[in-house]
Nanobody, 126 residues
C-alpha cells in the first residue's frame, strides 16, 4: 500500500470530518492527488483533486462548497475537510496520486490514478 487514508468515522447529518492521506514512501510535493469514494452498490467516483503543479483544486458538484482538499507539504499529507455531511456521503473514501488534475476531473474522467491506498469508512447517520 503506497498511500494511507485515515480519519473516517461515524457522524451525524450536518457534522464534519477530516480525512488525511499520507505517503510514507515518497513525497507528495509535486504530485497531483485525488479523493474518491465508493458507496455500497454504486460505482467509485472521483470527488476532489489538487494539482501538484500549482495547488489548484477541483470538485464535483455533489461536494463543492462542502468539501475542501488541501496539501501540507511539511507533513507530506493531503487532507479532505468534509463539512455539512449528508447521509448520501456515506461511503468508503480513498486517496490516490494522479497523472493530472484539471477542471474536467471527476465529471468527465477520474481513472488517471497510479498509486492507490486503502480506504477509510465514512458513515453519516440521519
Amino acid at each position: 500500500v503506497q498511500l494511507q487514508a485515515s480519519g473516517g468515522g461515524l457522524v451525524q447529518t450536518g457534522g464534519s470530518l477530516q480525512l488525511s492521506c499520507a505517503a510514507p514512501e515518497f513525497s507528495l510535493d509535486d504530485r497531483h492527488v485525488g479523493w474518491y469514494r465508493q458507496a455500497p452498490g454504486k460505482e467509485r467516483e472521483g470527488i476532489a483533486c489538487i494539482s501538484g503543479r500549482d495547488g489548484t483544486t477541483n470538485y464535483v458538484a455533489s461536494v463543492k462548497g462542502r468539501f475542501t482538499i488541501s496539501k501540507d507539504n511539511a507533513k507530506n499529507t493531503v487532507s479532505l475537510q468534509m463539512n455539512s455531511l449528508k447521509p448520501e456521503d456515506t461511503a468508503v473514501y480513498y486517496c490516490a496520486t494522479l497523472w493530472g488534475c484539471d477542471s474536467a476531473w471527476g465529471d468527465l474522467y477520474s481513472n488517471n490514478y497510479d498509486y492507490w491506498g486503502q480506504g477509510t469508512q465514512v458513515t453519516v447517520s440521519s
